[in-house]
């Protein structure tokens, strides 16, 4: 049987999936508002902050190769404080993928179909993602390979369309403000979305070479930053950051403005395919985290079993989790920093930390840190 | 049970298991009453030459039996070795091969005074000649094509890929129909990895009967339920070949004209025959018009749904007011309108095919008058969604492989489109992709390269580029032997 | 087993999706499609007048007839609803194309009026926004025009050929907000009247009003507009005539094909001034006289002559805005802000003032690049 036994993505799947993973929500929700017309700075700041946090992530897994972190919790923490930290990861993972649907929810409900309860959309795309999860992260990975080419042509399109609506004199003055907003903008563009890779450290346990989660968590980085950076500057040059303030979802406000000879007009369903595509992967990608987490935690054979309870644990979470839009918003931009960064920074800055001490220790012993 | 000594026994043996079944012939002959003299030639009227057994089998041995004197020991041996003039024969000691010979269209030349038989093939029945293939036609390429004898068939293959590398492995499979089937593959290029799964599978089949390589195709699919052919059929002798080169396997079936190939991908439904023999960038051209053919006649009644009864606002304003004005006085909501009219393009496309031709005239007329015009002016539908059932229906003759998959999809769309619009539809692409992402075949993606970057591996998909580039094969299917000009070395190499 | 479960699901899904499909489910022909609307003032009440278009059902053609509803109501939304109970139908929104204001919306309650179209998904931002000069928005809803059925359609098709025109700036729903919002509050929106044309009153698009901060300061001519366009940059075409070139009877008509502005604040012994350029490249299109002004020394005369009469209509302009209006229609402002953050910050805070007496100086850089598809004027010989 050519049946692979355990399942793989190649480097390039990855690279894909972690691009597209920050352009998930980020597009459509805007990233970095505090910074107004300075916005592109700040996530630029967010994108070169990134970037030692995703070496710290590769770093660990790099060190264990053919783990995920669930793994390497257990084998450097031991079993009972490691299965604790395992199952925050797995609350992590869980609590973000239903944020992410409840975007989605909310952005169907404000922008489309403001008569259908959310719950549809959000079952809908909740289902897909269970049917995903139960795939297995290849079919992810060959699925979003072959979607990335639909993104990149939508967001090229949109982005040639734009291109004389755009007024280049919105992006100044820069720093008007000072550097404090900007630097506001820095921690919130890093915490949403960039630093929320860490999810990845927690499903990519079988990448093809020890470099290549180094290679795939920058690369991933850098590419889902130009376009998340295109995107703000493209809002602000086509809108305005005044009126950028004013918007749930300035990606569809810029968007909708566009008009060639009256025909190409009223492209909004572009952003629509967009954050469908994007979020569909982040949600899966959360779903597999947190299902892997338990089934780890739990000693189950396989993630598949409790896919499906988590799947409608994840809708109903992202259905109860806030009452209104407006909830929505204050806690994607004022709490969700100070509440992922632990997560994000500290925590895997900690683990790291242990998994160094015990490789050494375990190399001046003569046993390669590897087998365990 | 063995055969028994006396010529007699064994006679009344068969006659007894072929029991009412009077297409049987028993021509005895010899000197019937001189014990070891005997013999009798059984046979099926119909499938044996007649000629040939005159010929090869009672001439010679009539005009052996006066000389002889002595009978030597081996006498069934000195009859098969020394009297008959027959290509393939040989000997049998048991009534129940003797009986599936006569079954399977050989005759049976029993002797008395031994434990054996003769089994002598002589087949002779009626096959139709090489013809002009009739479901892939094309304008410029060979015009043979395969027959329902698989050893025409696999001649036909044989003919164009001179290569002892080429091998065929028979079987048997059918509890009754007793079917041949080949496996044919290129040492050195296709992967015995599938060649061991594939015999695997074919080993696993228990049916009574085999009567089309559709029966095949189906069982040794990877995923039973999926609408999506997972194996290639051809009834040319040369797309055979071509897939045979690119490290497939083709599967002959004996009694039927098509052949399966494996493994199959995706992109394979959109690729046609001509695409190799017609200027390249004309082929681009075609294949891309598949391509686009497959996203309209799966798409094109669900989005028209979806933006006549959700997103009215993407519609331009002069468009929206005449798809108002047609639909004024419609008695039907737009999405029962849409599976109606879906519903009997179905019904004159399935008549058509079973019509006979003589009277197929009248489906069109049918058709295109009463459900098209007379429909419209008596405003029981209205003229827009004529058009998109009609443009739904055409488009999904482009790509025919598809056609069971298409129906299920276009159908699907339209209920989730009428359900929540565009964002229906999406769900619904996103789903689609997830399926076809997780098919496999033969443990090779389905999706294989769909959505690579590389031009080497897009060179056969999206576009057909010119041959001197198109230098390898595709991966993990050739991948023993990337090379389109390399020579094979015998037996394979190594893996 | 598992694919009868399978079976199940599927069957079941699908009937979910049949039988509760009607959230957002609306059939096209049951639609009032909205192409314009008007809002007026009366007393604390807000008059909400819609131009439905009907498409005609019947034998082909297409006719599209317009049908006018009228409603009351304390908010723009509380008249919205009201329609239903009036003509039982939803009215559809997204397909409006303009907005008419009347003149007495803009005491204190233009923010009523626009935030429901603003904030409403339904309708879009790109609706054009109009004010109703002279008369009440809604008799402009109701007159006919010449061509067109419906009178949204016509407005709308007027201003999108304002590139060609440039007497009225055409504003969309989004660009007021903006202005209304950064740019020192205060936005023009096109001006629309009532004229007699064979008996019929048309609609006419002429000019534009200037406001501020809710309130309707004043109007400005087709000519005043242009420049005003002129100088905000917003001048695509159009076309500019010079009077009394070398000879009392010769006009020179010329056609703008290019036009850039550039303003630039500077900053010059504690004294803020701006130098506005303007960057021209036209083509004559019609000369009055026999007069030759194609030939080198009467080019040499045009371009002088036009300079001075562009220059001197656009600080017509400029005077007006600081005289008149005292306010920052010329988007002045925000030019300091993008380019001297520092000075604005000190300025911001009187900005509408320290605008009246500000030094603008004027220089127009004048191409003619052509004079269509003859090389001389017609010669009469005297």
């Known amino acids: ?372 | 049970m063995k055969i028994d000594f006396k010529l007699q026994q064994n006679i009344a043996a068969i006659k007894n298991i072929f029991l009412s079944d009077q297409s049987l012939v028993y021509r005895e002959f010899g000197k019937t009453a001189e014990a070891g003299k005997a013999f009798c030639v059984i046979y099926i009227d119909g499938m044996v030459d007649k000629n040939y057994i005159n010929d090869n089998v009672i001439s010679p041995i009539m005009s052996m039996l006066p000389r002889s004197g002595q009978r030597p020991t081996d006498f069934a041996g000195y009859i098969m070795n020394e009297v008959i003039t027959s290509i393939r024969i040989h000997a049998a000691s048991e009534i129940d091969a003797l009986t599936q010979a006569l079954a399977g269209g050989n005759a049976v030349l029993l002797i008395d005074d031994t434990f054996e038989a003769l089994i002598i093939q002589a087949h002779g029945w009626e096959n139709r000649s090489i013809t002009e293939p009739t479901t892939e036609k094309t304008v410029r390429g060979p015009k043979e094509s395969f027959n329902e004898s698989l050893i025409t068939n696999l001649a036909l293959i044989r003919k164009r890929l001179r290569t002892p590398q080429l091998k065929c492995k028979f079987r048997t499979i059918g509890t009754l129909t007793r079917t041949n089937v080949c496996i044919c593959y290129i040492e050195g290029v296709a992967s015995h990895d599938i060649l061991r799964e594939l015999e695997v599978r074919l080993n696993q089949i228990e049916i009574d009967g085999i009567l089309d390589s559709g029966y095949l195709e189906e069982m040794v699919k990877d995923s039973p339920f999926t609408p999506f052919p997972l194996a290639g059929a051809t009834e040319r002798p040369d797309i055979a070949c071509a897939k045979l080169l690119e490290g497939r396997f083709v599967l002959l079936c004996d009694g039927t004209p098509f052949c399966v190939s494996l493994p199959y991908l995706f992109m394979e439904t959109f690729q046609a025959d001509e695409d190799y023999y017609f200027n390249y960038t004309f082929a681009s051209v075609n294949r891309f018009i598949r391509w686009i053919g497959f996203f309209l006649t799966t798409s094109v009644p669900a989005i028209y749904v979806a933006l006549t009864t959700f997103h009215q606002e993407m519609i331009p304003t002069q468009l929206l007011l005449s798809i108002s004005a047609s639909r004024q006085g419609v008695p039907f909501p737009t999405i029962v309108e849409a599976l109606l009219m879906l519903f009997v393009f179905e019904v004159l496309r399935e008549a058509g095919v079973r019509i006979p031709t003589v009277i197929g005239q009248a489906i069109s007329i049918v058709g295109a008058l009463v459900i098209g015009q007379a429909a419209v002016e008596a405003k029981l539908v209205s003229a827009p969604i004529i058009i998109v059932a009609g443009l739904a229906g055409i488009t999904g003759f482009l790509v025919p492989r598809l056609d069971g998959a298409i129906i299920i999809l276009r159908f699907t769309f339209l209920i989730l489109s009428a359900f929540i619009g565009l964002y229906g539809y999406l769900f619904g692409v996103v789903g689609l992709f997830l399926h076809i992402a997780s098919l496999r075949s033969f443990g090779i993606p389905y999706m294989l390269n769909t959505g690579s970057l590389k031009f080497q591996d897009q060179k056969d998909m999206l576009i057909r580029a010119p041959w001197q580039t198109m230098t390898q094969r595709p991966q993990l299917i050739g991948k023993k032997n990337m090379k389109r000009k390399a020579d094979i070395e015998p037996n394979g190499g190594k893996q | 087993m598992k694919s009868v479960k399978l079976l199940y699901l599927v069957f079941l899904l699908s009937v979910i999706c049949l039988l509760c499909g009607c959230w957002n489910y609306r059939e096209i022909e049951r639609l009032a499609i909205a192409s314009g609307l008007s809002l007026d003032s009366l007393e604390d009440k807000i008059v909400l007048n819609i131009e439905i278009a009907n498409p005609a059902s019947g034998q082909g053609e297409g006719t599209v007839k317009p049908v006018l509803l009228k409603s009351e109501g304390k908010t723009v939304f509380d008249a919205v609803r009201e329609i239903i109970a009036k003509s039982g139908m939803k009215v559809y929104w997204s397909h409006a194309k303009v907005l008419l204001l009347g003149e007495e919306m803009f005491n204190g309650k233009l923010i009523g009026a626009l935030d429901w179209a603003f904030r409403d998904a339904e309708t879009r931002e790109d609706m054009w926004v109009l004010v109703a000069k002279g008369r009440k928005a809604s008799e402009i809803l109701g007159s006919k025009p010449e061509l067109e059925e419906l009178v949204s359609f016509q407005l709308d098709a007027t201003l999108r050929s304002q590139r060609f025109i440039s007497r009225f700036p055409s504003v969309e729903l989004w660009k007021l907000i903006d202005d209304m919002t950064s740019r020192e509050n205060t936005a023009i929106l096109p001006a629309v009247r009532l004229i007699d044309e064979k008996g019929k009153t048309v609609p006419l698009i002429e000019g534009c009003a200037v406001i501020k901060k809710q309130k309707l300061l004043g109007w400005l001519t087709a000519e005043e507009t242009k420049a005003l366009l002129w100088i905000r940059d917003e001048l695509k075409g159009g076309l500019t005539i010079i009077e009394k070139v070398g000879s009392p009877d010769t006009n020179v008509t010329l056609e703008i094909f290019e036009s850039k502005t550039t303003v630039k604040p500077v900053f010059e012994e504690g004294r803020l001034s701006m130098a506005v350029t303007i960057k021209l490249s036209v083509e004559i299109a019609e000369i009055s006289s026999s007069m030759d002004v194609i030939k080198p020394d009467g080019m040499k005369l045009l371009t002088a002559e036009g300079k001075k009469q562009i220059k001197r209509d656009i600080e017509k302009v400029v005077k007006k805005a600081q005289k008149e209006f005292k306010c920052d229609i010329l988007g002045f402002g925000s030019k300091v802000k993008a380019e001297m953050p520092d000075i604005w910050r000190e300025v911001e805070p009187d900005w509408d003032e320290y605008l009246q007496d500000m030094e603008v100086e004027v220089s127009v850089d004048l191409e003619i690049r052509g004079s269509a598809t003859t090389s001389k004027p017609i010669m009469i010989e005297d």
């Open chain 1, 1 to 372: 049987m050519v049946e692979v036994s355990k399942e793989t993505i190649n480097d390039k799947q990855a690279l894909i999936m972690v691009t597209i993973f920050i352009m998930g929500s980020t597009l459509i929700m805007g990233v970095g508002g505090v910074a107004k017309q300075d916005m592109w700075l700040a996530i630029i700041a967010a994108i070169a902050s990134a970037i030692p946090v995703v070496l710290m992530y590769a770093r660990i897994l790099s060190t264990y190769p053919g783990k995920d972190l669930y793994d390497i919790l257990q084998i450097v923490f031991g079993k009972v404080v490691g299965k604790i930290v395992c199952i925050l990861y797995a609350w992590f993972a869980f609590h973000l993928g239903a944020l992410v649907l409840r975007n989605y929810g909310e952005f169907i409900k404000t922008a489309a179909l403001p008569e259908t309860p959310m719950l549809v959309s959000m079952l809908f795309l909740g289902g897909l993602a269970l049917w995903a999860v139960k795939a297995g992260i290849e079919v992810i990975g060959r699925w979003s390979e072959f979607f990335i080419f639909i993104l990149i042509g939508f967001i090229l399109i949109i982005g040639f369309l734009s291109i004389p609506l755009m007024k280049p004199q919105n992006l100044l003055p820069v720093l008007y403000e000072g550097v404090v907003p900007v630097l506001h903008g820095t921690l919130a563009a890093l915490s949403f979305p960039f630093a929320e890779t860490v999810v990845f450290t927690l499903v990519f346990s079988s990448l093809q070479t020890r470099e290549s989660p180094n290679k795939v968590l920058v690369y991933g980085i850098l590419l889902g930053g130009l376009i998340v950076v295109y995107a703000a500057l493209r809002n602000v040059m086509v809108l305005g950051a005044n009126y950028i303030s004013m918007l749930y979802f300035p990606s569809y406000h810029a968007v909708s403005r566009i008009n060639v000879g009256n025909f190409l007009q009223r492209l909004e369903i572009s952003v629509v395919v967009v954050f469908t595509i994007a979020g569909f992967v982040k949600i899966s990608v959360c779903l597999l985290a947190a299902c892997t987490g338990i089934a780890k935690v739990f000693s189950l054979e396989n993630h598949r079993q409790i896919a499906t309870p988590i799947a409608l644990l994840m809708v109903t979470l992202a259905y109860i989790v806030y009452k209104n839009i407006m909830e929505m918003m204050e806690w994607a931009f004022k709490y969700w920093s100070s509440y992922a960064l632990p997560f994000q920074v500290f925590l895997p800055a900690i683990i790291l930390l242990a998994v160094e001490i015990k490789s050494r220790r375990q190399k001046t012993s003569g046993k390669p840190p590897a087998k365990q």
